[in-house]
Antibody
Framework: QIQLVQSGPELKKPGETVKISCKAS????????MNWVKQAPGKGLKWMGW????????TYAEEFKGRFAFSLETSASTAYLQINNLKNEDTATYFCARSGTARATSYFDYWGQGTTLTVSS | DIVMTQSPATLSVTPGDRVSLSCRASQSISDYLHWYQQKSHESPRLLIKYASQSISGIPSRFSGSGSGSDFTLSINSVEPEDVGVYYC????????FGGGTKLEIK
């Protein structure tokens, strides 16, 4: 069965860096793009961007350009989200979500369980 | 960016009711509209794709309709397990989500 398994909760200080992983199984990793979605405490869903798992090319939503980086370890069917220079407002749950098609604009048919990031001094 | 507006923000219903949740796009998105359910402390789950296409494993009481800029998610005969927040998502351009409709059971 198709699964996306994310890394565990993180507690970081402002200014630090975090790298969250999303390991896929049950399908051919490079056939479907991977998206990242942010959910701040008590808030809705916000699409951060996606990475083309075939070419490795990332696309970022405007708000997430600069401190955010998507990457892949294709041999391990794993996608990564790195956030640099952490700020308090990065406190949120981050989900990876598989694109249902090969396009950047798609529905998200499988989701990871979410990784909770807390940024606090 | 295309702005997605959902209404109402909260819906309180009785088991067995038929309910309709609304989603409006700030411009036409054809049928590139997808619906998700998120239960408390869980990941979102895809319910409907392309406005009205059903998803394997999703109960048949969930259905979607609409095109252009106005869309509806209907739940025929609500069950207590349907409690959660429902989000629509624009799939026409860079994805954007509506603010969600919280479904409560009276």
């Amino acid at each position: 069965q198709i699964q996306l398994v994310q890394s565990g909760p993180e507690l970081k200080k402002p200014g630090e860096t975090v790298k969250i992983s999303c390991k896929a199984s049950g399908y051919t990793f490079t056939n479907y793009g991977m998206n990242w979605v942010k959910q701040a405490p008590g808030k809705g869903l916000k699409w951060m961007g996606w990475i083309n798992t075939n070419t490795g090319e990332p696309t970022y939503a405007e708000e997430f350009k600069g401190r955010f980086a998507f990457s892949l370890e294709t041999s391990a069917s794993t996608a990564y989200l790195q956030i640099n220079n952490l700020k308090n407002e990065d406190t949120a749950t981050y989900f990876c979500a598989r694109s249902g098609t090969a396009r950047a604009t798609s529905y998200f048919d499988y989701w990871g369980q979410g990784t909770t990031l807390t940024v606090s001094s | 960016d295309i702005v997605m507006t959902q209404s109402p923000a909260t819906l309180s219903v009785t088991p067995g009711d038929r309910v309709s949740l609304s989603c409006r796009a700030s411009q036409s998105i054809s049928d590139y509209l997808h619906w998700y359910q998120q239960k408390s402390h869980e990941s979102p789950r895809l319910l409907i794709k392309y406005a009205s296409q059903s998803i394997s494993g999703i109960p048949s009481r969930f259905s979607g309709s609409g095109s252009g800029s106005d869309f509806t998610l209907s739940i025929n005969s609500v069950e207590p397990e349907d409690v959660g927040v429902y989000y629509c998502q624009n799939g026409h351009s860079f994805p954007t989500f509506g603010g969600g409709t919280k479904l409560e059971i009276k």
